[in-house]
């Protein structure tokens, strides 16, 4: 599976739109973008997947460069239980493990 | 959803005892799961991958002797930790995948071992 590559830490003020960038410049054209969240001492949670076309759902926006290359996720107005780290994980729809880099965490302030 | 539960939340042992955690999902079959492990303020490290009816397989430098990984049923599969020392506390986490479209991963809640 490709590498990601995210930031260690970024911060967002409560009700403002955190933006959270991921390179994924080796993809394939068979790998997702997958984002998943882990709130401290607590499973990861899945937010969102694509392949090539933006997505959204009740979590987030998931935008893709046309050339795949790099991804944002999107939390249109970050709130105090957003803070959590978010990680990118890029990977085929076979079915394998999910493996975790080191994410980004995202500390939402009022 | 998918829910994936885990028991216990939290165990506390002594050095040399075995400690056995469950992960269960709940309202969804799933014949692969997997077992990570996380220390603190480090990302989740996948330590196995188990499917129903068959041995693990373990990621490099996990001993399968030591975690023990049985997958019985389509709805469980269980982590021994055995002889626990100290350096074995951690906090870990199962997956399980979806066995219908996307293959999509659901985590439990952990269980947070500590080993005195």
């Known amino acids: 599976d490709a590498k990601t590559t995210q930031p260690p830490s970024m911060d967002c003020a409560e009700g403002r739109a955190a933006n959270l960038p991921c390179n994924h410049s080796t993809i394939s054209g068979n790998e997702y973008v997958y984002w998943y969240r882990q709130i401290h001492s607590q499973g990861p949670q899945y937010i969102i997947h694509?392949?090539?076309n933006n997505e959204t759902n009740e979590m987030a926006s998931l935008i893709i460069t046309e050339d795949r290359k790099s991804s944002t996720l999107i939390l249109p107005h970050a709130t105090l239980r957003d803070t959590a780290v978010y990680y990118c994980?890029?990977?085929?729809?076979?079915?394998?493990?999910?493996?975790f880099g080191k994410g980004t965490t995202l500390s939402v302030s009022s | 959803g998918a829910v994936v539960s885990q028991h216990p939340s939290w165990v506390i042992c002594k050095s040399g005892t075995s400690v056995k955690i469950e992960c269960r999902s709940l309202?969804?079959?799933?014949?692969?799961m997997f077992w990570y492990r996380q220390f603190p303020k480090q990302s989740l490290m996948l330590m196995a991958t188990s499917n129903e009816g068959s041995k693990a397989t373990y990621e490099q430098g996990v001993e399968k002797d030591k975690f023990l990984i049985n997958h019985a049923s389509l709805t469980l599969s269980t982590l021994t930790v055995t002889s626990a020392h100290p350096e074995d506390s951690s906090f870990y986490i199962c997956?399980?995948?979806?066995?219908?479209?996307?293959?999509?991963?659901?985590f439990g809640p952990g269980t947070r071992l500590t080993v005195l």
């Open positions: 694509g392949l090539k």
């Open positions: 997956s399980a995948r979806v066995d219908r479209h996307n293959n999509e991963q659901f």
């Open positions: 994980i890029v990977r085929t729809q076979a079915g394998t493990a999910l493996i």
């Open positions: 309202d969804f079959q799933a014949t692969t």
